[in-house]
């Protein structure tokens, strides 16, 4: 690179006009060549940026932490276990709320509404269910009537002779 | 992600993610912390990473807020040592240019810690790790025009006291 294209390029550079790889060839430059006095600054800089780079973290550790880590975390008997935690999880919330809205809908319903029957068919068995009980006390009832009316008639008749033997004694 | 995949496309991160953590905390230790938080945080994101277009433009942001966060729950200014890495220099071409050259960057390194940590942020990111304007932007959530004008205003700092410091010895 000639001193021009190095003044045009180190122009760009401060202005921020220059690409990656036009910075690239900066890099270059400077890590090649010593710096005259007009470009002392802009060498100071791209040996400082260099250097920054080339700054590795030796510590192993940190990856073998990592990895570690990784590999505990990736045992199919845990996720097993954390997968089907999740689905318990999510069943039980659903049953919860589930049973909170059949609560609350059943507050809220009145309660003649309750228990009806939406299909007419079984309505109509139930209705007929209901008359049959009905009637079967009705039938339980004019048994117990008819036994009432049998001791009614009997005590009627022993009052009637007690009374005609009365009678027959006076008249004697 | 398995496990090939975060060894491979991950873990060799760890040197960028190490320096940028270092440029904004200024401290080996915490910014070894936070790399290592880094790579908690990506293997704990499993096969969402799969949705991550770039992932070491994730990685650099993740190290960027556990950093930003680090600094305010410590409340203090960023700092970075002066004498880091000034004595690896191997290509100056004679042991006079080599001293001075040694000289210049560390005034490089005092002015770069001066500058606001935006600055310095974009700074780092374009010069030191080569990023484009747009993973920049993806990094430190910023448009554009922010990150030209920060670089610009980091760069003509930085040469501009250079330049004071090599007149005038200010």
Not at chain 1, 135 to 161: I, P, Y
Not at chain 2, 23 to 33: I, P, Q, V
Not at chain 2, 52 to 77: G, K, P, T, Y
């Amino acid at each position: 690179m000639d001193s021009k294209e190095l003044e045009r390029l180190l122009q760009k550079y401060w202005a921020c006009e220059t690409s990656l790889e036009e910075e690239q060839m900066l890099r270059d430059y400077f890590r090649t060549n010593s710096p005259t006095d007009a470009t002392r600054d802009a060498a100071a800089m791209f040996a400082y940026f260099d250097v920054q780079r080339n700054r590795q973290l030796q510590d192993s550790a940190i990856e073998d932490k990592a990895v570690g880590v990784a590999k505990k975390k990736v045992r199919p008997f845990n996720r097993f276990i954390n997968g089907s935690m999740r689905i318990a999880a999510g069943i039980a919330v659903l049953a919860v709320a589930v049973w909170f809205v059949r609560n609350e809908i059943r507050e809220s319903t009145p309660q003649e509404m309750i228990d009806t029957y939406s299909d007419p068919e079984l309505a109509f068995e139930e209705t007929k269910r209901a008359l049959m009980i009905i009637s079967k006390g009705f039938s339980t009832a004019e048994q117990q009537a008819r036994k009432l009316d049998l001791f009614n008639e009997a005590q009627q008749k022993v009052r009637n002779s007690v009374t005609d033997e009365k009678e027959a004694n006076t008249e004697l | 992600m398995d496990l090939k995949a975060f060894q491979t496309n991950v873990l060799p991160l760890k040197s960028k993610l190490f320096r940028f953590a270092l440029r904004m905390l200024g401290n080996s230790d915490e910014a070894k912390d936070v790399v290592q938080e880094v790579f908690t945080r990506v293997w704990t994101k499993g096969k969402a990473m799969e949705e991550v277009h770039n992932w070491e433009a994730w990685c650099m942001r993740v190290v960027h807020n556990l950093s930003i966060d680090r600094i305010r729950l410590n409340n203090r200014q960023h700092s970075v040592p002066l004498s880091e890495g000034l004595n690896i220099v191997n290509n100056a071409p004679s042991p006079h240019d080599r001293t001075e050259l040694v000289e210049s960057m560390r005034q490089v390194s005092e002015i770069m810690a001066t500058l606001p940590l935006k600055q310095q942020q974009v700074l780092h990111l374009r010069d030191v790790e080569g990023y484009s304007y747009k993973e920049i932007c993806d990094v430190l959530d910023l448009d554009m025009n922010q990150v030209k004008v920060y670089l610009f205003r980091a760069r003509n700092a930085l040469r501009e006291k250079l330049i004071r410091m090599n007149a005038y010895g200010l």
